[in-house]
Nanobody
């Protein structure tokens, strides 16, 4: 079993930055894909970013491209999401997810494990 714990959320003004972390514990998988999703009130959970095991390949939602950067440190079993130039529309609960094997998926059903989420609030 894999446990994922997010941290780093909070309240920030528009234009500011936050860095989210996702620590994985338990049974971790070589070759796994790490992803970040977010869910705003009244909306579906949506894909934000994903990164391959060797951290060479990344994928982003159009809405965050150029502002967010996903990274990972496999020695620490941790993934990160650096969020810059934040906008009020980025306000949501952010979830990290792990996909045991496969490509950089954007659908939530393609991921096998999920964290509990961390709240990000961007004020205007």
């Amino acid at each position: 079993q894999v446990q994922l714990v997010e941290s780093g959320g909070g309240l920030v003004q528009a234009g500011g930055s936050l860095r989210l972390s996702c620590a994985a514990s338990g049974r971790t998988f070589s070759g796994s894909v790490m992803g970040w999703f977010r869910q705003a009130p009244g909306k579906e959970r949506e894909f934000v970013a994903a990164i391959s095991w060797i951290a060479v390949y990344t994928r982003y939602a159009d809405s965050v491209k150029g502002r967010f950067t996903i990274s990972r440190d496999n020695a620490k079993n941790t993934a990160y999401l650096q969020m810059n130039s934040l906008k009020p529309d980025d306000t949501a609960v952010y979830y990290c997810a792990l996909r045991q094997l496969g490509s950089l998926a954007t659908m939530r059903n393609d991921y096998d494990y999920w964290g509990q989420g961390t709240q990000v609030t961007v004020s205007s």
